[in-house]
């Protein structure tokens, strides 16, 4: 058993006297300290009486030394075993370590392509798992946690009002004065209802609510998930018989796809009472006439379509944020690249998705 550091002290007849265990485990401080001891060039006298232990990385730290002033080493009272170990580590020349070869840009380009192409194929086959878990749900109701959905209703919904309605109110302000600006010109003031009704009904109220979501709960599912990997309790679940997509991602699902929804109604009507003020200040629109022309321009259908995009994103959102959780790899570090993939893909995703909306909205002449 290894008992004492390894340690190095000058010989009164010239020379250094090496001992203690000169080991990965035993060397301590002694390469720093070799760096303070000098030796001339020629031969230098290494005696080992007292040395218990060496090993190939001991043998390396003296060679180091000896080589950086131009010395040769002369072994007394060493182990025939100890002194092929240090002939041998001798021998070999004193390499820089091997660089990886520069990767040319086509590689570069090739490698990443082909890792968006493997993530696009693990998030089809999650879709797949999911949705097959989510019919298997279907068939046994009994087996959907309540507890657990509504749980996430109350921590993604009902804890998300203040931001929402704070933003969205602002949103209605800003879209309001900027239409007042223009309005003001043409003597068409009472149009900034019809301006702040569509564009909040429409767009603004469920895009602005999904991409505080996709930052605020989208981010929260990939962490927890991706901690639980990394800590083996999605294997643990596995190993007892219970479906990880059952347990932790129909849930989120449901829960999101219940409070986004909800979500964008709020974001609707603060919205919408932002840019009244505004349309009070700015224009000397009062609030009954406000109200009045609201209830005559706007329509049962703008508001569902708002409501329907709203949905579309939910799932998005909770499906993004749970597929790359599971995809998180071993460390805390992978917790936190994972997370942040998956609230740039979910707002990317759900910006994507609102474009296609509005193109088949468009066609459809809704």
């Known amino acids: 058993m290894e008992s004492s550091q390894a340690s190095m002290s000058p010989l009164a007849t010239g020379g250094w006297s090496l001992a203690g265990?000169?080991?990965?485990?035993?060397?301590?401080d002694i390469p720093k300290a070799l760096d303070a001891h000098a030796c001339g060039p020629g031969t230098v006298v290494l005696d080992g009486a007292s040395l218990d232990a060496i090993d190939s990385a001991g043998v390396w730290v003296l060679q180091r030394w000896l080589r950086q002033h131009g010395?040769?080493?002369?072994?007394?009272?060493?182990?025939?075993?100890?002194?092929?170990?240090?002939?041998?580590?001798?021998?070999?020349?004193?390499r820089p370590l091997p660089q990886p070869p520069a990767r040319s840009a086509l590689e570069r380009l090739g490698r990443r392509a082909d890792a968006a192409a493997q993530e696009a194929l693990g998030l089809l086959r999650f879709l797949g798992q999911s949705a097959i878990a989510a019919l298997a749900l279907l068939m046994r109701p009994r087996r959907i946690r309540w507890r657990t959905a509504?749980?996430?209703?109350?921590?993604?919904?009902?804890?998300?009002?203040?931001?929402?309605?704070?933003?969205?109110?602002?949103?209605?302000?800003?879209?309001?004065?900027?239409?007042?600006?223009?309005?003001?010109?043409?003597?068409?003031?009472?149009?900034?209802?019809?301006?702040?009704?569509?564009?909040?009904?429409?767009e603004f109220a469920p895009l602005i609510s999904a991409i505080i979501i996709a930052g605020r709960s989208g981010s929260a599912y990939a962490a927890q998930i991706g901690t639980m990997v990394v800590t083996e309790e999605v294997d643990a679940m596995r190993t007892i018989a219970i479906d990880p997509i059952e347990l932790l991602v129909l849930p989120k699902v449901l829960a999101l796809a219940v409070s986004l929804p909800l979500l964008?109604?709020?974001?609707?009507?603060?919205?919408?009472?932002?840019?009244?003020?505004?349309?009070?200040?700015?224009?000397?629109?009062?609030?009954?006439?406000?109200?009045?022309?609201?209830?005559?321009?706007?329509?049962?259908?703008?508001?569902?379509?708002?409501?329907?995009?709203?949905?579309?994103?939910?799932?998005?959102?909770?499906?993004?944020?749970?597929f790359q959780g599971f995809r998180t790899r071993g460390s805390a570090d992978s917790v936190g690249r994972q997370t942040t993939k998956s609230v740039v893909q979910s707002i990317f995703l759900v910006i994507v998705a609102d474009a296609l909306f509005s193109v088949a909205f468009n066609i459809l002449d809704l």
């Open 71 to 94: 010395a040769a080493p002369a072994l007394r009272n060493w182990s025939p075993r100890m002194q092929m170990l240090m002939t041998l580590v001798g021998e070999q020349p004193d």
């Open 21 to 28: 265990n000169w080991t990965v485990r035993g060397l301590g």
């Open 264 to 322: 964008t109604v709020f974001a609707d009507m603060t919205g919408v009472l932002g840019g009244m003020v505004m349309a009070r200040v700015q224009l000397d629109i009062g609030f009954p006439e406000f109200i009045d022309r609201f209830g005559r321009e706007m329509h049962g259908s703008t508001l569902l379509v708002g409501v329907g995009k709203s949905l579309v994103f939910a799932v998005v959102i909770a499906l993004i944020g749970c």
């Open 150 to 202: 509504l749980r996430n209703i109350q921590i993604d919904g009902f804890d998300a009002l203040p931001i929402i309605g704070l933003t969205s109110f602002l949103l209605g302000v800003v879209v309001a004065y900027q239409g007042a600006d223009q309005l003001r010109h043409y003597g068409a003031n009472v149009f900034v209802v019809d301006l702040v009704g569509y564009a909040m009904l429409r």
